[in-house]
């Protein structure tokens, strides 16, 4: 997948921001670094566009990703780690976010702009003749997989109370998780009319993800058997210098204030083969005395992205295989569900398990999705929540949003 410097994106936006409102001053010519809107609806810049949205993808991806972990039982914030610094992350951690939190604030905004920006290819391909029916193809593709892609965001993220998911479009009414999980399944269904074989697949875990979060396995289990296999590469969010890895940025390397929950050095000291898996080091903390003779606070932080460019995975054959697990322990068959978990179990070298039942299944996504933002959605469903009753299980729609939309 390829990627866009900041400062093409910065003029992409601007771009968008200045389309319809270039006839506010006449007789005066425009900026330099803009473009018309028309000068964009034209095939010469569909690829430009294209990679736009991609970047557009990974900057909300990698964001969401992180911040749902953290209010997930998979990251914590403490101040006794050193650069652990921003209250707002600390709001996310005990699950009390304020609207106004503007660490939540800024996804917010990226996601609005990804579903935006893919419905706007949509339509502006449609008024484009194109010479080359490949390009054609992938942004129609492209088009309607982001576009899916956003409103799974929504309703898998956000969330209008403390346990009542789903997001907002065009600053319309409130479209609760069920609502805005059927449109994403829409467009989602809609690409795979323009989808490559790899594609193809890519978007049937995706589906089979979202039935799986619904509760509906037989969907589940129909569409995973078309997705990922054994071999394909991940799908995955890219990174770059201009735009750096969340996670190396904000809970790692590049600087920490996230670290893990310390079961996971209890689950690598209890079988140090999962190092593989779960990937820790440590660090120490700020509150020790080496005059008094007092250690510092141990933690661990995560080392599965070790620089600002790592790519993050979104979708895995992986995941796929672990989905028709829990379908098949769901549908009484532990036999077929053991084998698949240990397929994937051998990638990593790890022994295989001699049985399998729901909650191991789940210990095996824990690990086996470590750090990808899958952790969150598994609490809710499982029902595992490890906060208070009125703590919020979503990151919730901003104040900005809810001051500008007169739907609140």
Request: one cysteine or more; proline letters at 4%; a negative charge.
């Amino acid at each position: 997948m390829r990627t866009l410097t900041s400062t093409i994106l910065a003029s992409l936006l601007a771009v968008l921001l200045v389309a319809g409102c270039d006839s506010f001053v006449e007789d005066v010519d425009l900026p330099v670094d803009t473009i018309d809107n028309g000068q964009l609806t034209t095939e010469s810049q569909v690829s430009f566009l294209i990679t736009g949205l991609q970047t557009r993808f990974a900057t909300t991806h990698d964001r969401l990703a992180m911040l749902s972990d953290g209010l997930s039982d998979q990251l914590i914030f403490d101040q006794r780690v050193p650069n652990a610094t921003f209250p707002t992350y600390q709001e996310i951690d005990i699950g009390e976010i304020t609207l106004d939190n503007n660490s939540v604030d800024n996804p917010f905004t990226g996601l609005g702009e990804l579903r935006l920006f893919s419905d706007q290819l949509l339509e502006r391909i449609a008024e484009i003749e194109f010479e080359d029916a490949e390009l054609q193809r992938e942004a129609q593709f492209v088009g309607n997989f982001y576009g899916g892609v956003a409103r799974y965001f929504y309703a898998t993220f956000f969330g209008l109370e403390p346990r009542m998911g789903g997001g907002v479009i065009d600053a319309g009414p409130f479209i609760p998780s069920a609502e805005m999980y059927a449109q994403a399944l829409d467009k989602l269904n809609a690409s795979l009319g323009f989808a490559d074989a790899y594609q193809t697949r890519v978007v049937n875990t995706l589906i089979a993800r979202i039935h799986l979060y619904q509760g509906d396995y037989g969907a589940a289990q129909a569409a995973a058997q078309n997705g990922l296999e054994d071999g394909d590469a991940p799908f995955q969010s890219q990174h770059s210098v201009e735009s750096q890895n969340r996670y190396y940025q904000q809970a790692g390397i590049g600087r920490t204030q996230w670290v893990c929950d310390f079961r996971y050095k209890e689950i690598v000291d209890a079988d140090p083969a999962e190092v593989v898996r779960v990937q820790l080091e440590v660090i120490e903390g700020n509150d020790g005395d080496p005059d008094a003779g007092v250690a510092p606070t141990l933690f661990y932080r995560q080392a599965k992205y070790l620089a600002n460019n790592a790519p993050i995975d979104f979708a895995t054959w992986q995941e796929n295989t672990l989905m028709l697990a829990e379908v098949d322990l769901r549908d009484g068959n532990a036999a077929g569900a053991l084998a698949r978990v240990n397929a994937v179990r051998a990638v990593s070298s790890l022994d295989p398990l001699d049985s399998i039942d729901l909650e191991g299944l789940m210990f095996e996504r824990e690990k086996e999705l470590f750090a990808e933002g899958f952790r969150l959605v598994d609490q809710r469903r499982m029902e595992t929540w490890h906060l208070g009753p009125e703590t919020w299980q979503y990151l919730p729609i901003t104040q900005s949003e809810r001051n500008n939309n007169e739907n609140f």
